[in-house]
């Protein structure tokens, strides 16, 4: 269980870090859960790769395709879990954003199932996002 959480975290990541929809899509359950935090236009509780496409894609209209996503660190791998640091930043109207966060993944059956993120600043985040 092990090699293949850690298999797929690092899938995640390079799909992550290249900007590739369909690259990532295919790391997912069909009954995917993802977990966006905080209080902005994109917080809450995704369903399904289809609405983590959209939700990204959207993220990438608001900043202009400046949304961007890089491993900041080894992933961490406790069974079915793997925990991935990264850095994300973006630019958007004058704002700028950019910060360490975590990705903390629950991988079952060789997909994605489970998605929880973790922002360094949640409200600077929600800041730079705002409402939507």
Do not use: C
Request: hydrophobic content about 45%; glycine content about 14%; aromatic content about 8%.
């Amino acid at each position: 269980m092990t090699e293949s959480t850690a298999a797929v975290a690092q899938l995640y990541i390079d799909a992550m870090a290249s900007g590739e929809p369909s690259a990532l899509a295919a790391l997912f359950a069909d009954d995917l859960v993802w977990h966006q935090p905080g209080r902005n236009r994109f917080s809450g509780d995704k369903h399904g790769g289809g609405a983590v496409g959209e939700m990204i894609g959207a993220m990438m209209g608001v900043s202009g395709g400046t949304f961007a996503l890089a491993p900041n660190g080894a992933p961490m791998i406790n069974g079915d879990l793997a925990a991935l640091p990264i850095r994300f930043s973006g630019k958007r109207d004058g704002a700028e954003m950019s910060m360490d966060g975590v990705d903390l993944l629950r991988v079952a059956n060789g997909k994605v199932a489970e998605v929880w993120l973790f922002s360094a600043d949640q409200i600077a985040e929600d800041v730079f996002w705002g409402q939507g």
